[in-house]
């Protein structure tokens, strides 16, 4: 272990030292402090830590590091422009969009993507859309109606 | 200046506990008051409603209010955050707290202008007189706090509220949603190592071997600890704590305890120790009316929390001092547990709280806790976080228990009920830190010298625990309620979202149905007829001409039901009307509730918790239930325990009643039990049967159309 890795996160390259077969979640969270990635299962069936990789939503919980060395990867702390809030997160502020929310990165992850590929979804694109996340407080309705506000905006 | 619902208070329970006016709240030179409250943020947005409430009695922008996570060194004694509870006891102790401090600042502020309060004017903590001014922020001094609260201060009037009673957006959420650290899982403190529990995801009598010489040798592994059939492991890095975990988990061998029973609720009949009739009331002259008679029996599987967010705590231990971060619901119990389980004293343990993922009743927030504080003996002065792993958290966090119900009763040639029989048979509803002679944590049964494991138990009417709600709010003339309560537990049980409520209302509610359909009358109708309470009929009504009830097409495999409930009999007014398809498997496509919770503190925070409260029984009602293996639980990950999906999730409509003039009562847990027996209702009359086995899954539909044909 303790090999050097470089990862390209939030458009920034950063270098880290640890085994290659680490799960990029913990590379993240604790290597790099981007606490905003979190862990829910670690097989990949909750959503929580969802990372866009080359713009695809992933976990990171089962994503090893020498898989992603030449990856574009975007956390939940990355999604704005500049620093400034992603106007999905405005949005989810205007619609009160969680109860914990401890899953809402990994919603947002989610909700990025498909807004990247697809502005104009309909709801039920929305809600299959964010099928593989899991919410457990039932905010799901307040979620959709954010992620289609802030696609109208 | 006293509202007439407000002398109908009594002193607030909280209040009595912590008398001194210091306790509650403390002014700063910068303008802004810190406010101590022993109430938790736990996802359901309190701590924005106790803002709320603080700025309104002292007048000033809600901007201004810091609300102090609570902590055994500072905040005030406010038991456990749960049983929809926090508005009442904390709420109403800071209403009083405030109107108290604001008088003494006003007082405070006048001697400065050297004028009677009477002659002051006073706008956002500005205080005037004759063209000079001072402010609370100039008059901030401990002393002023240093008294005992006497209930003297006039409080404000609701018909007077400005921030109370409007929609306030929840204060914890902008970092959430930006993804910035906050929740316990995100602390990172100096030094910090990482730990493990190396447990079995599966129950077990004792840890026979354990051979850990494949991984001793890893890099970065701290330390392996052990004691008696605890093992945790602590690492410098997180992952390499979790990779050591799971190969001492398969280096482990463990005594196998005893299987559970195959048919639990069968089990539950047979294993009462005591059977205790809550409810009773006789007119032989009504019974003797009875024409029919009808009897049912329910049963209610055991539930997981599932919280997103596994548990987790961090714990240092520092000159004999035992400091512990945790996103327990009552930190005071869980520092006495500690103590009890560590041999130390309860003033060498602080207990700060800190946000963690959802949560729903008593999870694992405190063992969590224990076993942080068990690896930080060995830490030599460094934190230590621990997290659970998904498996750890669905073995080993304590389930909502399972029930059974039967129910009985008779109808008269009128079609009204003329008598009304109702028992259950349950484990305990509670099994928290801080009530028993043992500590509630799970590691302390672990130890060399192991605590016995405490029994789960019942909190005592009216509010109850797996009676709660047990007793019908209809009027009956001949009713009784047994609650046979099971000590032995096949599952670990304590504290979930309404505790018994949910499977008393879905039972009495399915029944009440079954009722209406034998007397040949609307289901409403039916409810309205027997019910006196005019709060509890002003929902129902709201819920029925919302959903349109009267209009109801029918059409084949769609229906409509009702379910309604006062929580704890005493609490919230909720009803819930649900729209169903049944096909392969039952799909909600529509839930509309009515709710009357008294003064509405923040209407968005009361929506939001019947929205999620509505939307998460509905998930209980259709998908969930723990499965049991030969080693007990065997829901281990989300395959074996599937929640409600974003493309499954109904959409909720929600009526709030307006009640400025009533007390507040909360609102978390009022929609689980009347959402369930909607859904239900709605599913027998798409189907013409009932099932009456939680959850309404596509084999228990199966089933109950093969069994009656």
Not at chain 1, 88 to 109: H, K, P, R, W
Request: glycine share 8%; proline share 5%.
């Amino acid at each position: 272990m303790g090999e050097r890795i470089q990862l390209t996160v939030n458009g920034a390259l950063r270098e880290i030292e640890a085994s290659s077969d680490t799960p990029l979640l913990y590379a993240l969270r604790n290597d790099l402090a981007l606490k905003g990635t979190r862990f829910g299962c670690g097989s990949g069936q909750c959503g929580a830590c969802f990372v866009l990789i080359d713009g695809h939503p992933t976990p990171a919980c089962d994503t090893p590091l020498w898989s992603v060395a030449d990856k574009d990867i975007v956390t939940v702390e990355g999604l704005g422009a500049g620093g400034a809030l992603h106007p999905l997160q405005t949005a989810f502020v205007a619609e009160q969009a969680a109860q914990c929310g401890y899953c809402t990165s990994g919603i947002l992850i989610s909700a990025a993507a498909l807004l990247a590929k697809n502005p104009r979804p309909t709801e039920r694109e929305v809600r299959e859309a964010l099928d593989r996340n899991l919410c457990r407080c039932g905010s799901h309705n307040r979620v959709v109606r954010a992620v289609l506000r802030a696609a109208q905006e | 200046m006293n509202t007439v619902a407000e002398t109908r208070l009594t002193r607030p329970g909280s209040l009595e506990k912590n008398p001194r006016l210091s306790q509650w709240l403390r002014v700063h030179r910068d303008g802004t008051v810190s406010i101590y409250s022993g109430k938790v943020e736990i996802g359901q947005g309190i701590l924005t409603a106790l803002a709320q409430i603080a700025a309104e009695e002292l007048g000033i922008a809600v901007e201004r209010i810091r609300m102090v996570p609570a902590d055994t060194a500072v905040s005030p004694d406010e038991g456990v955050t749960s049983g929809s509870l926090s508005i009442q006891d904390s709420g109403a102790a800071l209403r009083r707290a405030c109107a108290q401090a604001r008088a003494v600042l006003l007082a405070s502020a006048a001697a400065r202008l050297a004028v009677s309060t009477r002659d002051v004017q006073v706008a956002d903590g500005v205080v005037r007189a004759g063209g000079r001014s001072t402010s609370f922020w100039e008059c901030a001094d401990e002393a002023l706090f240093d008294r005992e609260i006497d209930d003297t201060a006039a409080l404000r009037s609701p018909g007077d509220y400005r921030v109370v009673g409007k929609p306030t957006p929840r204060r914890d959420l902008p970092d959430k949603i930006a993804g910035q650290p906050r929740f316990i899982q995100d602390m990172a403190l100096p030094g910090m190592l990482y730990g493990r529990i190396v447990r079995p995801p599966h129950n077990f009598a004792g840890l026979i071997s354990l051979d850990d010489s494949k991984v001793k040798s890893m890099p970065g592994l701290a330390a392996i600890v052990r004691d008696g059939a605890f093992v945790g492991v602590l690492a410098e890095r997180e992952d390499v704590a979790i990779s050591v975990q799971r190969a001492l988990r398969l280096a482990a061998s463990w005594r196998e305890a005893d299987p559970p029973p195959r048919d639990v609720h069968a089990w539950l009949k047979e294993h009462a120790a005591e059977h205790r009739v809550i409810s009773e009331k006789g007119n032989a002259g009504a019974r003797s009316r009875a024409t029919k008679t009808l009897e049912a029996s329910f049963t209610k599987p055991y539930l997981s929390h599932a919280s997103i967010g596994p548990s987790c705590a961090i714990a240092r231990i520092d000159d004999g001092k035992l400091m512990v971060w945790s996103h327990s619901q009552g930190i005071f119990n869980l520092r006495r547990d500690l103590a009890l389980a560590l041999g130390m004293r309860e003033d060498a343990v602080v207990v700060r709280h800190v946000e963690g993922a959802g949560c729903y009743g008593h999870n694992g927030a405190d063992d969590a806790a224990l076993d942080a504080a068990l690896l930080a003996r060995a830490a030599g002065g460094r934190p230590v976080q621990v997290q659970w792993m998904r498996d750890d958290e669905f073995a080993w966090a304590p389930c909502g228990p399972a029930m059974a119900l039967n129910l009985r009763a008779a109808l008269d040639a009128h079609g009204d009920i003329v008598d009304w029989e109702h028992e259950l048979w349950s484990n305990g509803h509670s099994s928290r830190p801080g009530r028993g002679d043992s500590p509630a944590l799970l590691a302390a049964w672990h130890l060399t010298s192991p605590h016995e494991r405490p029994s789960a138990i019942n909190m005592p009417l009216p509010a109850g625990a797996a009676d709660r709600n047990a007793i019908p709010i209809y009027d009956f003339p001949n009713q009784r309620v047994v609650n046979h309560y099971v000590r032995a537990m096949p599952v670990r049980t304590s504290a979930l979202r309404s505790l018994g409520a949910y499977a008393n209302v879905f039972a009495i509610e399915s029944f009440m149905d079954e009722l209406a359909q034998a007397a040949g009358i609307d289901p409403i109708a039916f409810r309205l007829r027997h019910l006196k309470d005019p709060r509890g009929r002003a929902v129902m009504e709201a819920a029925a001409r919302r959903a349109e009830w009267s209009r109801w097409k029918s059409t084949e495999g769609r229906g409509h039901g009702i379910g309604f409930a006062r929580y704890k009999n005493m609490g919230a007014y909720c009803a819930a009307v649900a729209e169903v398809e049944v096909g392969r498997d039952v799909r909600v496509d529509r839930l509309i509730l009515a709710v009357d919770v008294g003064l509405v503190i923040n209407p968005d925070g009361v929506i939001n918790q019947i929205e999620g409260g509505a939307i998460q029984s509905t998930s209980w009602t259709l998908k969930e239930q723990v499965k049991l293996g030969a080693r007990g639980i065997a829901s281990l990950g989300w395959e074996d325990y599937p929640i409600l999906k974003f493309s499954e999730a109904p959409p909720v409509e929600v009526e709030l009643a307006s009640h400025p003039e009533l007390p507040a009562v909360g609102a978390g847990e009022a929609a689980q039990g009347p959402t369930a027996a909607a859904i239900a209702n709605a599913v027998a009359h798409a189907l013409g049967l009932r099932v009456r086995d939680l959850p309404l899954t596509h084999e228990r539909i199966a089933a109950a159309i093969s069994q009656s044909t």
